[in-house]
Nanobody, 121 residues
Framework: QVHLVESGGGLVQAGGSLRLSCAAS????????MVWYRQAPGKQRVLVAS???????NYLDSVKGRFTISRDNNKNTVYLQMNSLKPEDTAVYYC???????????????WGQGTQVTVSS
């Protein structure tokens, strides 16, 4: 069994910065892809940024140049550095990880609990 724990959300003024963290723990063999999603009230969940082993990164157009996704393989942790934050970035941010567990040849998908990011004007 694998668990994801998110942290780093909070309240910040427009133009400020936050860094989100998502740590995976359990019987992990390898991690393929780590992804950040966000969901605002009354709206659909959308992909914000992803990082894939041996491939690279991708970003939602509206966050390019402001957000940076990175990972620490030794800690099984993914980060989202968010700079120049705007009120439109206000949402619950969710981490998703695609990985293989020890003794299993199949890939599995796990979600974090979500962390609230609020950007004031």
């Amino acid at each position: 069994q694998v668990h994801l724990v998110e942290s780093g959300g909070g309240l910040v003024q427009a133009g400020g910065s936050l860094r989100l963290s998502c740590a995976a723990s359990g019987s992990i063999f390898s991690i393929n892809t780590m992804v950040w999603y966000r969901q605002a009230p009354g709206k659909q969940r959308v992909l914000v940024a992803s990082i894939t082993s041996g491939v690279g990164t991708n970003y939602l157009d509206s966050v390019k140049g402001r957000f940076t996704i990175s990972r620490d393989n030794n800690k099984n942790t993914v980060y989202l550095q968010m700079n120049s934050l705007k009120p439109e970035d206000t949402a619950v941010y969710y981490c998703n990880v695609v990985l293989r567990e020890v003794g299993d040849t199949n890939f599995h998908n796990y979600w974090g609990q979500g962390t609230q990011v609020t950007v004031s004007s």
